[in-house]
T-cell receptor, first 116, second 117 residues
Framework: DQQVKQNSPSLSVQEGRISILNCDYT??????FLWYKKYPAEGPTFLIS???IKDKNEDGRFTVFLNKSAKHLSLHIVPSQPGDSAVYFC???????????????WGLGTSLAVNP | GAGVSQSPSNKVTEKGKDVELRCDPI?????LYWYRQSLGQGLEFLIY????????KSGLPSDRFSAERTGGSVSTLTIQRTQQEDSAVYLC???????????????FGPGTRLTVL
């Protein structure tokens, strides 16, 4: 029972274009969402996050959009660069009710390939 | 050290043997998490430590799995009588002391790839 779903296992984009990675969730109690990037043989590294009180958060080339009514979030990378090629994981947590345990519930990841 | 470290990086063991996986969190980080990622799966929460509080063990898949955190720093994840389905990458993450509803980024180690033959 996947509470966080990334329905596209892979995505290929041309350098300089926009990459859009999608994520859907089922648990309406989630109130904090994160994107992590993972290179082979390395642990995930934090990229960007968004609280459920916002619908957009931007950091440089990375923007995360949250649509709570649709239980959907997306990560936009503009412009995409070859170094962005990695697996991107969407994760969610229930901070308000989980107390101190900020365990993350993860999607299966989307492998992004940015072609030169 | 600058980041979270884990050892060993790779572990191959025979079914039925016990294994210990180690995690050294970032100095000063009071929260420590263990996750695992099986082939084709997302990361799965296993256990959470926060300071001197009782750990949240709700993610441990069976009583063959246990973890401890000594002195509020280093943590060891132990898997007894390993099974083939235990094969996965085991990831450790740590984060700063919590601020209610504040950002608390989890920093991950490189993981231990466990293969049970």
């Amino acid at each position: 029972d996947q509470q966080v779903k990334q329905n596209s296992p892979s995505l290929s984009v041309q350098e300089g274009r926009i990459s859009i990675l999608n994520c859907d969730y089922t648990n309406s109690m989630f109130d904090y969402f994160l994107w992590y990037k993972k290179y082979p043989a390395e642990g995930p590294t934090f990229l960007i996050s968004i609280s459920s009180i916002k619908d957009k958060n931007e950091d440089g080339r990375f923007t995360v959009f949250l649509n709570k009514s649709a239980k959907h979030l997306s990560l936009h990378i503009v412009p995409s660069q070859p170094g962005d090629s990695a697996v991107y994981f969407c994760a969610a947590s229930n901070r308000l009710n989980a107390g101190n345990n900020r365990k993350l519930i993860w999607g299966l990841g989307t492998s992004l390939a940015v072609n030169p | 050290g600058a980041g979270v470290s884990q050892s060993p990086s790779n572990k191959v063991t025979e079914k039925g043997k016990d294994v210990e996986l180690r995690c050294d969190p970032i100095s000063g980080h009071t929260a420590l998490y263990w996750y695992r990622q099986s082939l084709g799966q997302g990361l799965e929460f296993l256990i959470y430590f926060q300071g001197n509080s009782a750990p949240d063990k709700s993610g441990l898949p069976s009583d063959r799995f246990s973890a401890e955190r000594t002195g509020g720093s280093v943590s060891t994840l132990t898997i007894q009588r390993t099974q083939q389905e235990d094969s996965a990458v085991y990831l450790c993450a740590s984060s700063r002391p919590l601020v209610y509803l504040g950002t608390d980024t989890q920093y991950f180690g490189p993981g231990t790839r466990l293969t049970v033959l």
